[in-house]
């Protein structure tokens, strides 16, 4: 409002609804135009959103979209929702982020969906029908010239012995004898309409789907076309009855139906795949708490986790802070450098880290066993006790350079005078670092530390390229190492092999998110006490 | 500022207009695009593939008026992403793929049976009996790709005779490994089959026609016991050697320090930049019978929800599945072709001609999709036979029961 104050009369002119606008801007006529071209975006992507969901039939989409569009426009637009309108875009990143992912995590959690059942029951039956078709051994190339006779398509079809027949979905093959021949092959009849590749392109779905059965018996099979200029005889393997809703081998004649477990399934309990997606209620709930192959290691896995997560944490933050106080001295020279040269793994990315870190730890071609502990062989990787120490220093080089940083920032927001106090008052140095500086650092570091616990408790990259959770028990019968910790035992339980059990594998990860949130609740609670304490 | 009634309704009428105007814009765009996609081939390739399809693609679309798009993927992200894409009908017409997914993708529904027809018999048999599942076709093959023994000519001037041959000359050189073979914490069962074919030691017994049998678990058989019996000696006498990663290998190999490798094609440019006389031989047999390695394909699959099946089909078999596409792919990307005329053209490199005469008498990697529940005990039983954890019958009896038990799940 480019600092004028309008004078009464010329605010008596103006409709409420301008005014409003106006003071809701905060004054200048900038802000006012910033505001309407960006909502004016944020309202087109929506409303193009949600005409495309409208072409999709996702009415339920539709309909969020469509109460999040009113009220971002409410929010901005009303005078009264001055608090809504800083936190209104961090909500909606905190729903989209956060809130969607594990309410649709926890959804996959209800569901069968992974390998042999990752679709809709139409589509499983129309894969199962297209895999069915089996082309008859040894028969012959039908040379073929596809042709319209009003709507519908035929097969002219030339066999290899130069017979010309035409045939329709109805009409099983007949011989005919006024086709048009060019060469060996048949390409017209009478009053109906030969197509061209591009014709035949347009009506694809039609002309693959069609199926001319060679003759009255439909045992014998039928022409179908792959590429629309030759047919071959196919026999179907399976049949598909849609009023009882039932599939049938056509050479054993088993009835395969669908007994509710998302696919269809014999009398004796085998599947036919693929299946469909179901809801299968607590099912992956249950099996993730009493599935033999989980629950044998499940309590050794669990206790190594939190021991990793905790000695991880504390390892770092120790170095860290050690690190942070020694430079932190006006005494030392040459810290800018030092600093630089601390932080370095950090820059590094971790994953690639942990992989040098498993070449540099190989028990007889390591540079660690080689030339640090004289030509030893150490199994730093392939012991189970070793390998947990080692994914335990691996991780303290990793995460130093972070802890490092953060205390060397809340040091120096500590202010000198309190030291200097404290001086006065006769403390020894430990006493100033225990009793005033280790406090007041923690009051700002402790969030850090706990947000530090819950990633290192899903710290995944780490032992999947270290050791891959290894070493195994061979003599055991599960899939689960001495580094497993939870979320890479899940990650093998739930994917085995090119096998996908995203239904599982969900069920674990809100399971374990149940257990880093509670973990993180109860932390946050104590940082407040620390909090008061000042 | 004046703010004026006339001012908030032009600026209001602005904000609509363009509210409309982009969605409106943006809905007119879409609509000849889904027009188009009925004739638009979508196709998912490689990067090192990419280029060759381009000009395949450009000649299909000159000829028939379907636009083909390449869509660039990482190869190995394709399996699970084709899975789950599949289904939701954002899936491509066509993927670039292995003939080992195959039995995942026919057990999810995502991909339909391609007929070959009469070019059946124009691909090398090894590649066609690859992609063939449950009796069917459902892809068009263009590379094969195996491993075999990889010598340095200055260290080992002729091919040994018999493994133990192998490990004489590889003494004499002066290695500590006669051979290398890449092995790593949990083994490598994909490198050492060629050893264990040769106890008569399969992991799935056959049908008539040649494509495995899941019901039929064979390698817990009498071969499999003298295998791990082997493995063990091996392991003590230090020929095997499960510190030996990939890297440490392909390291050793390239520096001279052993005149054996036991890899495939993809590590010989580097052994050449090294300066390293190259021969490639049929890997010895330990066992007696002949060494026999899995023999991967690589080829095109069709999506079971594709819209453009015919176009799809002609593609495939009519431009991908010729000797002037198959011969490119190969100069591309250094895989054997899978088309016997482009494979004999290739042939004229005799280290392609040699992998290429190995994966002949190879066996295909079985594609049924209880092959998933085998590898996570077998790698980790031979690792633990190698280093001597154990009495290696019982650990191969054990891993048998548990590889049983976890097929019938």
Redesign the interface.
Known sequence: ??S?T?SPQ?RAR??R???R??EMAGG??WA??IK??L???V???G??AM??LAAQHNWIVFAILAAALVAINYVYFSKRTLAMKYLTPGLIFLLVFQVFVIGYTGYISFTNYG??H???KE??I???M??A???VPDSS?YALTVVRDGGDFGFLVTDPKGEVSYGTAEHPLERVTDATMTGDKATALPGKESLN??D???N??A??DLQVPISDDPNDGSLR????S?A?LYLSSLHYDARADTMTDTKTGTVYSDTGVGAFAAPDGKQL??GWSIGVGFDNYVKAITDDGIRGPLIGVTIWTFVFALLSVLTTFALGLFLAIVFNDMRMRGRAFYRVLIILPYAFPSFLGALVWA?LL????GFINLELFGGAHIPW??DAFLGKVSILFVNLWLGFPYMFLVCMGALQSIPDDVQEAAKMDGANPFQIFKKIKLPLLLVSVAPLLISSFAFNFNNFNLVYML??G???D??A?I?VGGTDILISMVY?VAF?????DYGLASAFSILIFIVVAIIAIVSFRQTKALEELN | MKVTKKRVLLTGAALTALALGLSGCSASSETPDAGSAKNTLTVWVDADRAPVLKEAAAEFEKSSGVHVKLVQKDFGSILDQFIAQVPSGKGPDITIGAHDWIGNFVQNGVIQPVELGDKAAGFEKIATDAVTYQGKTYAVPYSIENIALLRNTALAPTAPTSYDDMIATGKAAGSANPFLIQLGPQADPYHLYPFQSSFDNPVFGRNADGSYNADDLTIGNEGGTRFANWLAQQGKEGNLNISITADIAKEKFNSGESPFLITGPWNVPDAEKAGIKLAVDPIPSAGGAPAQPFVGVQGFFISSKTANPLAANEFLTNYLATEKVQTALFEKGGRAPALTASFNAAASNPIVKAFGDVGRNGVPMPSVPAMGKVWQFWGVTQAAIISGEGDPTALWTKMTADIAAAIKG
């Open positions: 409002m480019s004028r309008p010329t103006r409709s609804g301008a005014a606008l106006a200048s006529l006012i135009l309407i071209v909502l004016g975006l309202d087109a992507l409303i193009y005409f495309m390998s042999g990752n679709s809709t589509d499983a129309t894969a199962l297209q895999s078709q089996e082309r190339t590749f591009t035949i392109v347009d694809q779905k002309i693959v076309t792959p590429d629309g030759s071959f795949k693929p070449g190989n028990r007889d071609f990787l392939t050791t891959g290894g070493p195994r061979a003599s019968s899939n093998k085995v092999g090119a096998d996908r």
